[in-house]
């Protein structure tokens, strides 16, 4: 009899799922086990907070929002540079993948040996099944949806996560879930372009103005989350934002022991269905309609929570780069663009506001004066881009993607040399200019080297980015 390898052990939280590799627990007395189901449910409920661990410390200093300004974590990503032979590109790669196998044997082995799991349990394994092949789709060229089965491309991965998520929305007995699954799937659907689909669901999603599915972290079980530790627990703090993004950093702290204070984060929340249907507004020429949804989307904001809190440790002094900005000064988005205030926080002179779940520097006045479709599109992207700091959703907007890694192309015939590189589209500065800006001596303004909101409106047409207007 085969031995389980990881083995979810049913406690009071998903804080003491384990992996074990234990001869006295085989695969078929787990499975008789009262409760099996149940306590696989906390095994994926772990391994989707390590999943999410992977996925947002990766892409978030291959994007433009940070900066690793440390010797922790990945070391090129922020040129970018990713090859197929980057432990860091396995290990991201991993961790979907460990997702999509655990949530498969949990609906093909688990399930079928469990018949007292509830209809919003088996949804819920539906859900992390579809939401790994979503990440997949979203940040991979192309993966095998098996062990060392054939390669699907990004297209096909976000089909399948189309599928599972479907099915988890059918399933799901709890309002909020439904609506969730609903959001995921309009934002499926918006990657491959479907603009009816991804209406009609975010339509759905849009009707609870309050919309929040989050993962959960342990600290003190050895689940924390590992993106407040790089930019709030940990001393020096690792990333460093982008100045003009300053503002919006840290989403995530601790109060006190950091162990035992680590702070969930969104996998889906209502702003984005705005955002997809002010995206779609403008894909159909109607602009009056695409503001509609951006002012929906800041009257939602301002009814997210906020808290002050004491950041003075924050010295941006992790070593590689010692200019980043420490006081109140102006930023101008790239050299052409006014000079902005309020977006650089001076963390000495008292306790700064944080938001906890979004933020944004838009405000009505600019939204008002937007009057074409580019001036528009842009105030979509530079919200998304705020919106979602720190939840790992900058990268897909940008159009880059990872290559299947090393390990799994010398382990799986069906890996052809197209999908060991890496997509990286040709308006992406290279050599850190995603990251880069520059300082007056003088006035000690931040001028960004680049606005990527601006080149990403400029490159609309790209195959790669904004997937709606297509």
């Known amino acids: 009899m085969k031995k389980i390898i990881c083995l979810a052990v049913l406690a009071f939280s998903f804080s003491l799922t ?66 197929y032979f980057d432990p860091d590109v396995d290990r991201l790669q991993a961790s979907i993948q460990a997702l999509r196998e655990m949530a498969v044997y949990g609906l093909e082995t688990v399930l079928p040996k469990d018949e007292k799991l509830t209809q919003s349990e088996i949804a819920f394994m539906h859900f992390c099944k579809g939401y790994s092949f979503l990440l997949a789709g979203e940040l991979f060229v192309g993966l095998p949806t098996t062990s060392l089965g054939p390669v699907a491309s990004s297209q096909e991965l976000l089909k399948l996560s189309v599928s599972s998520l479907e099915t988890a929305y059918a399933l799901s007995e709890e309002v909020e879930n439904k609506q969730a699954y609903a959001l995921l799937l309009a934002r499926a659907n918006y990657r491959l372009g479907n ?57 995530f702290f601790s109060v006190g022991v950091p162990a035992s204070d680590q702070k969930a984060v969104a996998l889906a929340k209502v702003e984005e269905a705005h955002l997809i249907l002010a995206e779609l507004a403008i894909a159909d020429g109607i602009v009056d309609l695409a503001k509609e949804e951006l002012y929906k989307v800041l009257q939602i904001i301002q009814t997210r929570p906020t808290m002050m809190v004491d950041d003075s440790r924050e010295k941006r002094n992790g070593g ?151």
């Open 18 to 83: 384990g992996c074990v590799d234990n001869p006295y627990v085989t695969e078929d007395n787990y499975l008789d086990r009262p409760y099996a189901g149940k306590s696989w449910i906390v095994g994926l409920k772990k391994q989707l907070a390590l999943t999410t661990n992977s996925v947002v410390i990766n892409t978030e200093i291959t994007s433009d929002n940070y900066y690793n300004n440390y010797s922790q974590y990945t070391k090129v990503f922020d040129i970018p540079q990713i090859d």
């Open 195 to 251: 603009r009816e689909q991804a209406k009609q669901y975010a339509q759905l999603a849009s009707a609870n103005n309050q919309l929040l599915y989050k993962v959960t972290f342990d600290g003190e079980n050895g689940v924390a989350n590992e993106m407040q530790n790089a930019t709030f627990d940990a001393l020096p703090n690792r990333l460093a934002p982008l100045p003009r993004l300053d503002f919006l950093d840290p989403k």
């Open 320 to 470: 590689k780069r010692d200019d980043y900005p420490l006081t109140a000064v102006g930023v101008k988005f790239d050299a052409e663009a006014p000079v902005r205030e309020g977006l650089v926080l001076d963390r000495q002179q008292g306790k700064v506001k944080v938001y906890t779940v979004s933020g944004t520097s838009i405000t009505t006045d600019q939204i008002a004066k937007a009057s074409s479709i580019d001036e528009v599109l842009y105030l979509v992207y530079l919200m998304r881009q705020e919106v979602f700091i720190s939840e790992g959703r900058r990268l897909a907007d940008l159009g880059i993607k990872y290559p299947i890694s090393q390990i799994e192309a010398g382990n799986n015939t069906h890996v052809t040399a197209e999908y060991t590189k890496a997509l990286i589209p040709a308006f992406i500065p290279l050599d850190y200019g995603l990251d880069d800006f520059s300082v007056d001596p003088v006035t000690q303004e931040v001028t960004m080297a680049y606005d990527m909101n601006r080149v990403l409106v400029t490159n609309k047409t790209s195959p790669y980015v904004m997937p709606i207007l297509k």
